[in-house]
């Protein structure tokens, strides 16, 4: 089972070593202070009454070496923690991409695109900078604390005490201010969120917002959310904000205690103090509030990670509802055994939904052209998703050239098969890149596809004709242009079985009937043609028609409008509507 501390433990070396170094660090600066109290207290009297200097320049010396030894292992240490943390998170995106290609439709749709491309984003550079503090801070914070308080007993065990009780009431304000700030942080990303999902949803409808003259609205809707989140962030940096000035109080307060032990009228409780005892008291003072600072930042951090981790491991623990198979070459008998076979199939998204389709039963030979028509929601497209196995049947079984469909290998399936999506996908390269989809691409065959897919015409206007660069998801193209280069894409492919999605919607009827043609004319093409458009059907082997989750009725063009009250209506529909236009 996948977990993050798969990637993590690939840096073993740079997660102990990162640590003993910073260590070392906390090592040479804790001595400092000491250094500077010999300085003061001896040094300084020494050079005055016997100009020996000595004990000032040695100590000097000393200091200056633990500032080069401290630098260099801090360096060290920010370098391990770079490429501990750097190389968790380049794994880990890595790692989560991988899972997200090899999942099923049905988790990738039940996740959701948003929380997948937060969990890729956000949650991953929220473990890396985890790591990253892990090995930088979350050692030196604690052992400067522990470090300083010892070393303060050391000077004096009063004001050790007085110390001590200054860092018990900080750690107690910090825990209380905590548990507030980690609930309002919640809150926070909560409105964030909110943001986040009204901005994506009115760029996406950007046309439909000005068409419907909604900008006000959605203005003010903006504006209401911006507002709520305003508050909460408020509140939530209010809270942090009084981190900063209690600690200080408490820490300045513990300081003017210890200046009062250094006067002569309580010399004779012993609480008398030193200069130089003053000054490092005072230092290890400040190290002890630098680093309660940075424990409430890493507390912050790491609940931040954690929370995230716990994201990311549950994604990663996910399993594929589609197990793939085995299966790569098969001894098929084309003429006596369909190429795909539906036998009482059925499909619900979810254990506990209703039936999406029930007890679909055809074949479809090699060769044929097969049309699928129905009303919206009738089970089109579901058919689809289940030949090429991006969800498996609830119920019966699918057959591909006479093997159980579960039973190969998803990629010989996918190769055989060549799917277009009612929805285009464009991308961000070229012409011949987006056609192929292979590293390996010949320009040839490029654009013979292209000329099929009635593309190459407008293709060839360009001035580097298959050569030009589309933008991202392809803003350059018209709705029909788009569709016509995912047609020329399928038809590159050359898989055994072509399978069209409502995918010359946006074409009009003659470049339609051109584009079918064209593919009509390639032999052995099993072709599945999904349209709302009955006339693009009307030269389909067989058509099957769907509602409400059924086949209604199976047959040509001319045998429907005999038997299929569904068809009739569709077809007599759509040439009433077209004589009127």
Known sequence: MEKIKDSVKKYKKELILGPIFKTIEVIFELFTPLLMKLMIDEGINEAILNNDYTKVIYPSLLILLFTIFGFCSTFICQYFASIASQGSGTDLRNRL???????????????????ILTLVSND???????????????????????????????????????????VI????????????????????????????????????????????????DEIKKFSDNTESYYKEAKKNNLLNALVSPLTYLCVNGAAILIVLLGKEMINDLNFGL????????IAYLNQILTALLVVFNLVVVFTKALASRKRVNNFLKTESSIKNGELKEVDYDSK???????????????????????????DIFKGETVGIIGGTGSGKTTLIRLM?????????????KGNDIKDYDLYYLHSNIAFISQKTSIFNTTIKENVAMNKEINDEKVIEALKNADAYEFVSKYQDSINHELTESGKDLSGGQKQRISIARALYKKGEVLVLDDSTSALDFLTDKKVRNNIKSIKNMTTIIISQRASSLQDCDKIIVMYHGYVENIGTHEKLLEKSRIYREIYETQVRNYERS
């Open 97 to 115: 991409y991988r899972k997200i290609n090899n999942l099923s439709l049905k988790e990738i749709e039940k996740v959701g695109k948003g929380n």
């Open 124 to 166: 991953t550079n929220r473990i890396q900078l985890g790591i990253a503090y892990l090995i930088r801070l979350a050692i030196r914070a604690p052992l400067l604390v522990i470090g300083s308080l010892i070393m303060c007993a050391f000077v004096n065990i009063n004001a050790f005490l007085i110390i001590l009780t200054a």
């Open 169 to 216: 009431i900080i750690s107690i304000i910090i825990a209380i201010i905590f548990v507030f700030s980690s609930k309002q942080v919640l809150r926070v990303q909560e409105k964030t969120d909110d943001i986040i999902s009204l901005s994506n949803d009115d760029f996406s409808g950007v046309r439909v917002i000005k068409a419907f003259n909604k900008e006000e």
């Open 274 to 281: 030193s200069s130089g005892d003053l000054v490092s008291l």
């Open 336 to 362: 006596n055994i369909p190429i795909l076979k539906f036998e009482d199939v059925s499909f619900r998204y979810e254990d506990d939904s209703n039936v999406v389709i029930k007890d679909i039963n055809f």
């Open 388 to 400: 090429e196995r991006f969800f498996d049947a609830s119920g019966g079984k699918i057959y591909f």
